[in-house]
């Protein structure tokens, strides 16, 4: 595949399937949310930023109880707000007492370090909420890497699958459609992307099963990515 004419000066990642193991996400977090979200619900519920999220559970699934809607919402992966925020206040309590540590790709961290240092700006957008993002690069197999990027984004700008989405992130940026690079596992995100404008790469993870789209370009690592739109950090060519 030919190179990008146009080098990036935003790179904006996904976590889930791009820089993280799908298998951490689903395999370790779900699991500890699913176990420790009834004792936040019932110990904490007088909290001011736990009870405005069962507020909104209340609003969203008026009459259904709180723990009934999250266990139902977490069987179907749904992306929504009060569910992304309760995790992560869960997988807060998680990180603190070291009952967590995020994995990412072994290919990640020098690359975001590589990017970093060449002057590129990070940024991070995943359903995840931005506090949840937070944590799992705060606390990482290699340490806090939270100071390599600049911005996170979460479903406060809207769906992954929205172009919207995506044109408010450029609004509240100000960043130039075709200085940002998205990149992500999941073909449908990466439409809605390019269709407000932005660059766009599959990261087509072996370990995680990722089908390879046939709209967009697709790598397998970070470095391939940073090759393919001249970035810094890249792997030499076989």
Known sequence: MSAVSHTPRVVLLDIEGTTAPISFVHQVLFPYARTHLPKLVAEQAHDPVVHAEL???ARLAPGVPPMEQLMRWMDEDAKVGPLKALQGIVWGQGYQRGELIASLYPDVVPALEAWSKAGLTLAVYSSGSEPAQKLIYGHTQQGDVTPLFSRFFDLRVGGKKDEKSYRNI??????????????????????????AGLQVCQIARP????VAGKRHPVVATLPEAARLFGL???????
Not at 232 to 238: I, N
């Open 55 to 57: 507020e909104e559970i």
């Open 207 to 210: 370990e995680d099963g990722t």
């Open 170 to 195: 450029l609004l509240e940026t100000g960043w130039k459609p075709e200085d940002v690079l998205f990149l992500s596992d999941v073909t449908a995100e990466l439409d809605a992307a390019a269709d």
């Open 232 to 238: 810094p950090g890249a792997e030499p060519q076989a």
